[in-house]
């Protein structure tokens, strides 16, 4: 699963939220919402089918939670500098460009008996397209939608998101039982192509934003390092972006050994599929209720109460699962936990809308670039170390120790989060963070 924040500006809590009709209803918010979740579902089935056949050649749950993890260590190793493009570049071309690159990359990948390190290479290539897309996409969302309606609209997306990823988990497992690698590559690159086509008719052009701007000479390091600062100098922003880095590592570790675990619970490629759905099932089902039952200015102070939620279920299913052993009814039960965890992860929602209230608007892409990436980076970390962890215990205890240890790595970033409401950074740059 693919957990993030979006930034944008949020003109404090209206008295009604807005509805889906009227964020529907701005035209270039359609083609934005629309190819994100058709190259969403794509990449899941691509990531599974690849996870599969790396574990069937090799039988390693490392190099399995590898395969994994490649598509979120780009973002650590590359996504604040390659962020900045967001902000250097005509944001509608680096959206066309980068999907443009995706759809040729796994077009070659799709290549019958590709060699495996060939194949893992060409996907670490398309993951670095990753971060300037989302860092553009992201900082359109804001240019576009104003006031609640973006805070609906992001809620809309991470609600829908989840939804893609349950389609393309679950049919990836059923493709990937039916079908080789190669063909859910192929159709992994078909959503792309359509999405960068969709991109081009339905997005305005607009200038880059950093060439409006007349203050001289500018480079990636520059922009990097001011996306950098912003969230270093906010304490509010750094505890935001603790959470959400401490948060989602230890959330979303177990995925690494979705693989293994299928297996050691005497499931196939099918419960692999159904395992990965249930997580973002529970979020998608979550966020609607946070998104329609919820007041805007109610939704911060359940951060915390979800927050564990996401957190001890994965702890308890993972301990009865491996204290029962194979069968359909452990399976069962994980599933059934890891669907209540996903209603839990919903936190990510409103914690979205705390960091994009503290985002100056000059400095959208970059500091989205530095909370995103460290936010993939710690998944690809936390799900190497599963994989790592899982070469010597069960990986149903691995699970165990993910939600366990997330429990205690969490606290001091829910203390820092509950002690900075209310402070925002400076709107400029040049400023220190004020308390509002």
């Not at 553009?136 to 829908?160: K, P, W």
Request: aromatic share 6%; glycine share 12%.
């Amino acid at each position: 699963m693919t957990a993030q924040p979006s930034e944008g500006t949020v003109a404090g809590a209206p008295e009604r939220p807005a509805t889906f009709r009227e964020v529907f209803a701005v035209r270039e918010f359609r083609p934005l919402f629309g190819t994100y979740l058709l190259s969403t579902a794509g990449d899941e089935l691509a990531r599974v089918a690849l996870t599969v056949l790396v574990y069937q050649r090799t039988a390693s749950p490392l190099l399995s939670a590898l395969t994994f993890a490649i598509g979120h260590l780009p973002w650590l190793l590359g996504g604040p500098v390659l962020s900045t493009l967001a902000d250097r570049l005509p944001r509608h071309r680096v959206l066309i460009a980068t999907d443009t690159v995706r759809a040729l990359l796994l077009g070659v990948m799709a290549i019958p008996g590709t060699p495996l390190p060939v194949l893992l290479g060409l996907l670490f290539l398309v993951s670095l397209c990753a971060p300037p897309f989302e860092s553009a996409r992201s900082a359109l969302m804001a240019d576009v939608l104003e006031g609640d309606r973006y805070a609906v609209a992001t809620s809309l997306t991470n609600i829908t998101l989840q939804l893609a990823q349950v389609v393309g988990f679950l049919v990836a497992g059923a493709l990937v039982a039916v079908l080789n690698p190669s063909s859910a590559l192929l159709i992994d690159a078909a959503t792309f192509a359509v999405s960068a086509l969709w991109l081009k008719r339905g997005l305005r052009p607009r200038p880059a934003p950093l060439a409006e701007a007349d203050d001289g000479p500018r480079s990636l390091w520059r922009d990097t390092a001011e996306g950098l600062a912003l969230i270093g100098r906010s304490p509010r922003l750094r505890a935001i972006v603790s959470l959400l880095w401490v948060g989602t590592m230890f959330g979303y570790a177990w995925e690494g050994v979705a693989t293994p675990l299928a297996d050691e619970l005497g499931k196939g490629a099918t419960g692999i599929g159904v395992l990965l759905a249930a997580n973002p099932l529970g979020v998608t089902l979550g966020g609607l209720a946070l998104a329609r039952l919820v007041a805007p200015a109610r939704r911060e102070a359940l951060v915390t109460p979800l927050v564990v939620l996401s957190l001890a279920p994965i702890l308890a299913g993972g301990l009865i699962a491996y204290l029962a052993g194979p069968g359909s009814l452990p399976f069962a039960v994980l599933v059934a936990l890891l669907f209540v965890s996903g209603l839990g992860a919903s936190w990510l929602i409103p914690l979205n809308v705390s960091f994009v209230q503290a985002v100056p608007s000059a400095l959208r892409g970059r500091a989205f670039g530095v909370a995103v990436s460290g936010l993939y980076g710690a998944q690809g970390l936390g799900a190497l170390g599963a994989g790592l962890f899982a070469e010597g215990m069960r990986p149903t205890a691995v699970v165990a120790l993910c939600g366990g240890l997330g429990l205690i790595a969490v606290i001091p970033s829910l203390i820092g989060f509950r002690r900075t409401q209310g402070h925002m950074a400076a709107a400029d740059p040049a400023e220190g963070p004020s308390t509002s």
